[in-house]
């Protein structure tokens, strides 16, 4: 059966990452069909839009979508795209790799994000002159469900610990039914579980990150938490993630468009490919996801690597190494 896959590259690094994951799809043996869609800054420039309504089609249509990075208009792109494949879980797992320097070697534990609400709800207001607020919304269908999602994970995965991130001692209201809500989602699970304070958390996961398997988080705390773990791990380079709806997904590395290295073709790809592997694992290529896990494996550890894990490859060559594995 021919799968679609919808691909928009976006802004800056997602250009150069982009090619370098169809490159390895088109390598598996899949029957895939590719359809390009443009979003990000270039786009707005040219159009006034940041998404244009046949980009939302070819996701919305598409069995899955593959995303690279949005640069300024990063909000006007990929909030709605999760939005249009019915998003709610951000799946971010964080591994460190034999053979490559990580600030914490043992690291291997996957963030299950609330991908809809939270301070990401995008509801600011300027009410005086010099005073600007945000209103944060927890749902409890919301924490439910993203609850329910992270224990089944961790369950079909074979993790035997899962961890609730939350901030319920401040954020009373909000992160209270936040923590009510998957405690008595854990509750209902046969696997062990623990609750913490996200900023205690960002500790325990610099100093202790093998404690931790699965840790399900409110939005903004998923973020910023695997970010952390990017940096215990490699860099940013290294992190995919996946974009979990009911019937489709979106698969795009945690990294934006990183201006700084845009246009000079030396970003990490890994991020994107192992992205593409957890588009595989979703179509139930598992055989072919793991086989491009193990190539992006192997070249970790040989090389050829990017200047940001201290080597002087292209983008180019480390896609055409990992191919060369396949
Ligand atoms: P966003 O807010 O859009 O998620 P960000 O603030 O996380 O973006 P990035 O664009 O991801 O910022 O870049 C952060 C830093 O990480 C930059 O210095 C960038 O060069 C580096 N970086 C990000 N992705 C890669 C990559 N694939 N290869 C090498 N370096 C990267």
Redesign the pocket.
Known sequence: MTHEIAVIPGD??GQE?TPAAVDVLEAVDADFDFVEGDAGDAVKEATGEALPAETRELAADADATLFG???ET?ADVILPLRDVVGSFANVRPARSYPGLDAVQPDTDLVFIRENTEGVYAGIEAEIDDGVRTLTRVITEDASREIAEFGFRYAKRNGFENVTIAHKANVMRETDGLFLEAAQAVGDSFDIDYDTALMDALAMHLVMRPEEYDVVICPNLAG?MLS?LAAGLVG???LLPSANVGEDNALFE?????????AGQG???????ILSAAMLLDHLDYADEAAAVREAVEGVLADGPR???LGGDASADDVTAAVVDRL
């Open positions: 800056g690094i990452v990075a949005a640069g990063a973020d970010d860099g940013l380079g590395p945690v990294h934006g468009s990183a201006p700084d290295i030396v970003a990490n790809p890994s991020a994107m990017t200047p940001d």
